[in-house]
């Protein structure tokens, strides 16, 4: 277990390296963090918050090679990032918190814009500078002492961007500001959608998640899901 130090901000700094170089090494990637107001609805005693999530294509290949992927039980993704993060919290002395398997519900869309900058995009899914429309969270550490963290606002990824999301969609799912799922999922399941199986063609048309490279299996298996949410078979 890391023990905190109260000491320099150097030191500090080497906890927060040590830390993320842990998640990194479960394939995860630390992609946010910030110190909880009282606004925030964080657990209480909560210092600061580590957003943990999909940061390139190293989760999928670790979840690939898990026992969670292949036993044939449900929600294996789910199950597989319980394992992981509370298995970085045990090391790290810290709490871990997800977006799924609640009550409680965690307001993890708050954090997102808190940790990492997200922001309303056309299309209504948060977007971030880094991921895009590719943000997503696995879960959180909560530690009770507040961190040294950098100090460097995300730029907005919408800001002058020519919003091709808004285009991307083949039936104009997003139009009006609102989802509509099924029209999407008619068309997903029909013949015509077969591209979209392999990945949401809105999402993977966002220039600032340009940079996540995440494998076409992980963004078809994730579509998937959403299909079986949907009652849908694909």
Not at 101 to 124: D, I, M, N, T, Y
Not at 147 to 159: F, K
Not at 174 to 187: E, I, K, L, W
Request: overall charge neutral; proline content about 10%; hydrophobic content about 40%.
């Amino acid at each position: 277990m890391l023990v905190l130090p109260a000491g320099s901000l150097r030191a500090c700094r080497m906890i927060l390296a040590e830390i993320s170089s842990a998640v990194r090494s479960t394939g995860l990637g630390l992609v946010g963090a910030f110190h909880p107001g009282p606004e925030d609805m964080a657990p209480e005693g909560i210092g600061t918050l580590l957003l943990l999530g999909p940061a390139d294509g190293a989760m999928w290949t670790e979840f690939q090679a898990s026992p969670e992927r292949s036993d044939g039980d449900p929600h294996p993704l789910d199950r597989w990032s319980r394992r992981v993060i509370d298995g970085l919290a045990s090391r790290l002395g810290a709490e871990a918190f997800y977006p799924f398997g609640g009550p409680p519900w965690h307001p993890f869309q708050r954090w997102a814009a808190r940790g990492e900058g997200a922001v309303p995009s056309p299309v209504s899914m948060q977007a971030t500078h880094k991921r895009g429309l590719f943000a997503s969270y696995r879960g959180a550490l909560g530690f009770r002492k507040q961190l040294t963290l950098e100090a460097s606002p995300a730029p907005d990824p919408c800001l002058d961007c020519p919003t091709p999301c808004l285009s991307a969609c083949p039936v104009n799912a997003f139009a009006n500001g609102r989802y509509d799922v099924p029209s999407c999922t008619a068309h997903v399941t029909s013949p015509e959608g077969a591209m979209c199986r392999t990945g949401c063609l809105v999402r993977i048309a966002c220039p600032a998640g340009a940079g996540m490279a995440l494998p076409v299996e992980q963004l078809a298996s994730h579509m998937a899901a959403f299909l079986r949410a949907q009652g849908a078979d694909g």
